[in-house]
């Protein structure tokens, strides 16, 4: 168990729609990364936030979303679904945002978008 | 694009050891990581290595880096059925944005 949770663990739903995931972070990290993991683009870092802010950004869709939370804990907002957004969502969490600082996983949500 | 290479797939016999390689190619890579994918779970963290590290050992598991060739690899000595997993290499400069290999699914027969 790397201490970070992620909720809901699978989800199913229709294209058009919207669907937020949730992370919390391992108890005294700031760091959140959101990634995610297709077939087709295999592991893909999303966006990265830091005490509350954005601190990095990679291939992230418009559609897409996040913020994190005074609590630390932080959401992913997935708006107007594709067929292709179907992957599995991870969420990470490190103490601080740089300097090598270990990232921890949690299990992921499995979105299916039909 | 900065790349991170695997080969896919390594089967090996219970008890053999495992060598498991990655190419990366951004030279300014600072850290190297190991991560284990069982199957419907999430990834779990090996081991990672400084760029400044040639080799790193931490029980059955040994990560040799070669800087100058920019290959990184993982041995587990007596590999065991429980080993069977998809496992990632990845680089980052500074955590912000770590870049993954495509896996390479171990099999290990018994």
């Known amino acids: 168990d790397s201490g970070v949770t992620q909720t809901p663990k699978h989800l199913i739903t229709a294209t058009g729609q919207r669907v937020t995931l949730r992370c919390s972070p391992r108890?005294?990290?700031?760091?959140v990364y959101w990634y995610q993991q297709s077939l087709d683009q295999g592991l893909q870092f999303l966006i990265q936030?830091?005490?509350?802010?954005?601190?990095a950004k990679g291939n992230i869709l418009e559609r897409f979303s996040a913020q994190q939370f005074p609590d630390l804990h932080s959401e992913l907002n997935l708006s107007s679904l594709e067929l292709g957004d179907s992957a599995l969502y991870f969420c990470?969490?490190?103490?601080?945002?740089?300097?090598?600082?270990?990232?921890?996983f949690g299990e992921g949500s499995w979105l299916t978008v039909v | 694009g900065e790349d991170v290479e695997q080969s896919l797939f390594l089967s090996v016999r219970e008890g053999d050891s495992s060598v498991i390689n990655c190419t990366y190619t951004?030279?300014?890579?600072?850290?190297l990581y190991w991560y284990k994918q069982e199957p419907g779970a999430g990834l779990q963290l090996l081991t990672y290595?400084?760029?400044?590290?040639d080799m790193k050992q931490d029980q059955r598991l040994t990560v040799l880096l070669n800087k100058k060739d920019k290959h990184l690899s993982l041995r587990i000595a007596d590999t065991q059925t429980g080993d069977s997993a998809i496992y990632f290499c990845?680089?980052?400069?500074?955590?912000?944005?770590?870049?993954f290999g495509a896996g390479t699914r171990l099999t290990v027969k018994p």
């Open positions: 108890s005294g990290d700031l760091s």
């Open positions: 990470a969490s490190s103490v601080a945002g740089n300097s090598g600082n270990t990232i921890y």
């Open positions: 990845a680089e980052s400069k500074n955590n912000n944005d770590m870049r």
């Open positions: 936030y830091y005490n509350g802010e954005e601190r």
């Open positions: 290595i400084f760029s400044n590290m």
């Open positions: 951004d030279s300014s890579s600072t850290y």
